[in-house]
DNA sequence: CGTTAATTTGAGACCATTCAATTTCGGTGG
DNA sequence: CCACCGAAATTGAATGGTCTCAAATTAACG
């Protein structure tokens, strides 16, 4: 983008609003009427099912658009919800869209980074669908050191990692008491260091091996 | 999009290809150069994972797009191949990429069917995430026949089903045996008559229960 | 420092897998 | 038209990964 698309991207009307813990930025069903950025804190999107289980579907950290495709389809058909106390710009729909139609670096820039959500969406699948509880977790862990380095929010080998026993597992597709086993086993080979909140890993080239992890879904050069 | 649209879209230069069944269409890694339409047949997305086992990610059915993502994205993050016998139309990436610039209503239409491919991967992976075996397999079949129902390919409750027992498991993350006996199990409920590749539902309310099926993420309105 | 959330542990049950063998089906050639 | 073939579907039995339920311990927070 050059810096006269970025000005105008900057330049946009918008608004802050903040988020507690856990709070609901958007509920599936709901018409949408604005899009989100997030600006400090994490977010994550999720579903229920009809036994009342829920599934977590992508991880979203700053930086971050959280529902372009939402302000697009009109209805929501999924739950966006704070994972920490954050903050986020809003952005009325109309704006965005028109800034779309006049500036084509800015509509490339927001229609790539909905390709890339939606090819984690694809690596995703594949994780909850045929890797075991130790891959699944191994991979969603390198996912987010990768994604976190990549956006220049950590550097080393050590994260923040505001994330639950019971998140994890409802990402990964496992209940939090088998989440807790697979953790401690990944702790135990020495892969991995976690606790309150912090994430160390240990063994890098290990742990994406146990992930079976290729970091090309990611597609970090486009 | 107006006839002008529609006119300008048909009237890109595009070349047939045919498939045998099982035929790769696009390799993981591989640069894209083509975008592709599928006009008859079936085709799906799969991922392969470390020890071999397969993911499917997605089926598609005439008149879809399929890799309109690759096209931007440079690098194949996934498999595409043949389900059936099929011909695709072949458009180069720059002619539809000057035609998108040029054309608001076909980019929009693009954008949107990208955006509900990525609603369907969602779904996807709540799914294989939290969804038992029975429900699986009835949320496949739902989504099938009610993709095949709105794309006018059929009317009733009795689909053309080419999909074999081992691919069904590739897709829900359950083993070909373990789907068979699933199968069984939503036959022997009466819920659906399943043999020589052809599908009745017999009962889509209680189909839809199991499977815990809403349509809402297949955007049908838009 | 008290209270609640989060993590950890144990034991038993169950859903899905594995492995192997058998049967059925669709297509092909004699 | 029938015999044959490989692929797909089906069956059985044993194994195992993950779940469930419950309780205990530890950490986070006001």
């Given at each position: 983008m050059s810096d006269e698309d970025k000005r105008a991207l900057i330049g946009l009307p918008w608004s802050r609003k903040n988020y507690p813990r856990?709070?609901?930025m958007v509920r599936e069903g709901e018409p949408a009427t604005v899009c989100t950025l997030l600006i400090t804190g994490f977010a994550f999107r999720q579903k229920l099912v009809s036994d009342g289980a829920r599934q977590i579907i992508s991880f979203h950290i700053p930086g971050?658009?959280?529902?372009i495709q939402n302000s697009m389809l009109e209805v929501a058909d999924h739950n966006l919800q704070s994972l920490t106390r954050s903050t986020v710009a809003l952005v009325s729909r109309n704006a965005l869209s028109d800034l779309m139609a006049s500036r084509p670096a800015i509509r490339r820039a927001l229609w790539l980074d909905s390709l890339v959500d939606s090819s984690i969406f694809r690596e995703w699948v594949v994780n909850v669908g045929r890797r075991d509880a130790r891959a699944r977790i191994a991979h969603l862990l390198c996912e987010l050191a990768a994604r976190l380095r990549s956006a220049g929010i950590a550097d080393g080998e050590i994260f923040d990692f505001p994330l639950t026993q019971e998140q994890v597992g409802d990402a990964t597709g496992l209940t939090a008491v088998h989440t807790n086993r697979t953790l401690q086993s990944l702790r135990k080979d020495g892969l991995i260091s976690l606790s309150s909140n912090r994430l160390s890993i240990l063994d890098w080239d290990a742990l994406t091996e146990v992930g079976d992890f290729n970091e090309r879904y990611l597609h970090h050069s486009v």
């Amino acid at each position: 983008m050059s810096d006269e698309d970025k000005r105008a991207l900057i330049g946009l009307p918008w608004s802050r609003k903040n988020y507690p813990r856990d709070g609901y930025m958007v509920r599936e069903g709901e018409p949408a009427t604005v899009c989100t950025l997030l600006i400090t804190g994490f977010a994550f999107r999720q579903k229920l099912v009809s036994d009342g289980a829920r599934q977590i579907i992508s991880f979203h950290i700053p930086g971050e658009f959280l529902d372009i495709q939402n302000s697009m389809l009109e209805v929501a058909d999924h739950n966006l919800q704070s994972l920490t106390r954050s903050t986020v710009a809003l952005v009325s729909r109309n704006a965005l869209s028109d800034l779309m139609a006049s500036r084509p670096a800015i509509r490339r820039a927001l229609w790539l980074d909905s390709l890339v959500d939606s090819s984690i969406f694809r690596e995703w699948v594949v994780n909850v669908g045929r890797r075991d509880a130790r891959a699944r977790i191994a991979h969603l862990l390198c996912e987010l050191a990768a994604r976190l380095r990549s956006a220049g929010i950590a550097d080393g080998e050590i994260f923040d990692f505001p994330l639950t026993q019971e998140q994890v597992g409802d990402a990964t597709g496992l209940t939090a008491v088998h989440t807790n086993r697979t953790l401690q086993s990944l702790r135990k080979d020495g892969l991995i260091s976690l606790s309150s909140n912090r994430l160390s890993i240990l063994d890098w080239d290990a742990l994406t091996e146990v992930g079976d992890f290729n970091e090309r879904y990611l597609h970090h050069s486009v």
